[in-house]
């Protein structure tokens, strides 16, 4: 249940303000999102009507410009969010064959290697780590983690060296099993 006197003084609030604060809103967003800016700034204000001082307008405007900011933000997230999938969608039409080779082989050549140097591997390349939290995980010094991680890629592509030799010897035997027949 709410108070009485707090919807009274939320929608005395509202009658003074709102003229201004939609005002506010359209000088800085237009005219298509002051609606929005607006309900906002009076949900704001309602969920924190005891927060709100006595002149209200300035308190008022301060919300809304933060949601003007936010609704900024949120449009940018999405901007970037539709590259990122037009990104993927130009991805997804260059040969995929390509990709999902390239992406077994280094799978495969992973699968042989120790876990150690997966695990060095990993911290880098998956979880994007700098070398010296990356170091830390492990548990060694920077320089010694930069030694070891030389290493295990080095192991890497040897591993996928020979897991690409692997992958054309069993494509030959394949070819020659298909004119067998």
């Known amino acids: 249940m709410t108070d009485p006197d707090d919807s009274r003084r939320f929608t005395a609030l509202y009658d003074a303000h709102h003229a201004r604060v939609y005002a506010y809103a359209v000088s800085r967003a237009g005219r298509q999102l002051a609606d929005d800016i ?11 009507l005891g927060a709100v001082p006595d002149a209200a307008l300035p308190w008022l405007l301060g919300v809304a410009r933060n949601v003007v900011r ?14 990122e999938l037009r990104a993927w969608v130009d991805e997804a039409d260059a040969d995929v064959a390509d990709g999902v080779a390239e992406r077994a082989l280094v799978l495969a050549a992973l699968a042989r290697l120790r876990d150690d140097d997966r ?20 548990g060694c010094s920077t320089a010694t ?12 592509r040897e591993a996928m060296t020979g897991a690409d030799e692997v992958a054309r010897r069993s494509q030959m035997t394949f070819s020659t099993e298909e004119y067998s027949q």
């Open 38 to 48: 607006v309900s906002d700034t009076f949900v704001v204000a309602w969920r924190k």
């Open 145 to 156: 983690f930069f030694v070891r991680l030389h290493r295990a890629r080095k192991r890497l």
């Open 119 to 138: 695990e060095l591997l990993t911290l880098m390349a998956w979880h994007d780590l700098s070398a010296r939290d990356a170091a830390r995980v492990v």
């Open 70 to 83: 936010e609704s900024c933000r949120d449009e940018a997230r999405q901007a970037s969010l539709a590259a």
